[in-house]
Nanobody, 123 residues
């Protein structure tokens, strides 16, 4: 069982940056691949980024490459999402997900979810 708690969301202007954090409970964090998804009002939850249990492999939605960076610190049981050059279309609730084994790029494949943190980008 893994419990996830996101933080770091907020309101930012276009072009600004935010860093989201996801703190995980449990002593087996390092055995889980981690990911970030987002969901805008009226839209389906979409894949943002994922990272392997070791941190050696990262994956991104094609449209977000170059602006978002995922990383993890297994000693702190935390995964991060650094977001830069934010745009109004990035406005959404951002969710952290954990998956034993390979990273999940489809929401239905992920084993555990956090409650989400709101990111709002003003124009």
């Amino acid at each position: 069982q893994v419990q996830l708690e996101e933080s770091g969301g907020g309101l930012v202007q276009t072009g600004g940056s935010l860093r989201l954090s996801c703190a995980a409970s449990g002593r087996t964090f390092s055995s889980y691949a981690m990911g970030w998804f987002r969901q805008a009002p009226g839209k389906e939850r979409e894949f943002v980024a994922a990272i392997s249990w070791s941190g050696m492999n990262t994956y991104y939605a094609d449209s977000l490459k170059g602006r978002f960076t995922i990383s993890r610190d297994n000693a702190k049981n935390t995964v991060y999402l650094q977001m830069s050059d934010l745009k109004p279309e990035d406005t959404a609730v951002y969710f952290c997900a954990a998956n034993r084994g390979v990273p999940c790029s489809l929401a239905a494949e992920c084993d555990y979810w956090g409650q989400g943190t709101q990111v709002s980008v003003s124009s």
